[in-house]
Nanobody
Framework: QLQLVQSGGGSVQPGGSLRLSCTAS????????VGWFRQVPGKELEDVSC????????KYGDFVQGRFTISTDDAKTTAYLQMNSLSPEDIGEYYC??????????????????WGQGTQVTISS
């Protein structure tokens, strides 16, 4: 079965760090554009970050402000989102997703073919 399996997330104190993982099962991320999104209740799904495995260009949402880094492992089986300097404004359910790498980070969203199951990020002192 082809799926994206997420891990990581949880609860950290303000200023802390988390690393989210998104592992492809039954396929590899080679040939895909990989994105991370955030869902907060009552708000629209928000772009967090994106990377193309074709040219490794990465993009980040405005709220990230240099605190997050998206990457993939060398085998292109897992994508990561390293999140540093977390604040209560970063709370939400985080999802990874993929689209064929024909679509860049500028236009891939409507062509997403698979989603991860989501993982909760909570910031609490």
């Amino acid at each position: 079965q082809l799926q994206l399996v997420q891990s990581g997330g949880g609860s950290v104190q303000p200023g802390g760090s988390l690393r989210l993982s998104c592992t492809a099962s039954g396929f590899t991320l080679d040939g895909y554009t990989v994105g991370w999104f955030r869902q907060v209740p009552g708000k629209e799904l928000e772009d967090v970050s994106c990377i193309s495995t074709k040219d490794y260009n990465a993009k980040y949402g405005d709220f990230v402000q240099g605190r997050f880094t998206i990457s993939t492992d060398d085998a292109k089986t897992t994508a990561y989102l390293q999140m540093n300097s977390l604040s209560p404004e970063d709370i939400g359910e985080y999802y990874c997703a993929v689209a064929p790498s024909y679509w860049s980070c500028s236009n891939y969203r409507r062509y997403i073919s698979r989603w991860g199951q989501g993982t909760q990020v909570t910031i609490s002192s």
